[in-house]
């Protein structure tokens, strides 16, 4: 009983963990990503929630057998992290990291081109320019918060790709 209890507590941790750290990983904006790899990052998210939850349940009922029948500390241990590891899956697979993270930039610093260090002259950026006045969005940047909210002529004015 006590190996069976152990080891769907393992399936628990292991399908909870990831749906979450798949998705995050599939969908990251920052590697090369195929159809593939959009598709079952989307599933896995559009599932993690439930799955997680699921894991959750049957993860405390499996960690309450565990607990109850071990006898180290090293046993115990395990169990703890095991639990902790289903909880934080099942928080994440609810909050919005992502969006969280990658949000629109809210406040625009203007600096002059000289001034700048952490633009390489090799960087990509994209460029408008209205009249005499020329701005320069480097795409690292738009990248991490793939929207920037700007004004243009008095106008508001959104950068993306």
């Known amino acids: 009983m006590k190996v069976l209890a152990g080891l769907g507590y393992g399936i628990a941790i292991v399908l909870s963990v990831g749906f979450v750290a798949g998705e995050l990983v599939l969908t990251s904006p920052f590697r090369n990503q195929t159809n593939a790899d959009i598709e079952l990052g989307f ?3 559009q599932w993690a929630a439930r799955v997680s939850l699921a894991a959750l349940l049957v993860g405390i009922l499996l960690a309450v057998a565990i607990w109850r029948s071990a006898s180290g500390l090293k046993t115990k241990a ?14 994440m697979a609810r909050e919005s990291f992502a969006e969280r993270e990658f949000a629109a930039l809210a ?3 203007r600096i002059p081109v000289a001034n700048s260090t952490h633009v390489l002259p090799n960087d990509l950026v994209l460029g408008v320019k209205d009249g005499g006045v020329a701005t320069a969005y480097p795409v690292p940047i738009i990248a991490y918060h793939h929207i920037v909210n700007d004004r243009l002529a008095d106008e508001p004015f959104v950068v993306t790709y």
């Open 43 to 45: 599933f896995l998210s």
């Open 78 to 91: 395990v169990v703890l992290v095991g639990f902790a590891a289903l909880g934080l899956s099942a928080y």
């Open 107 to 109: 406040e625009i610093v």
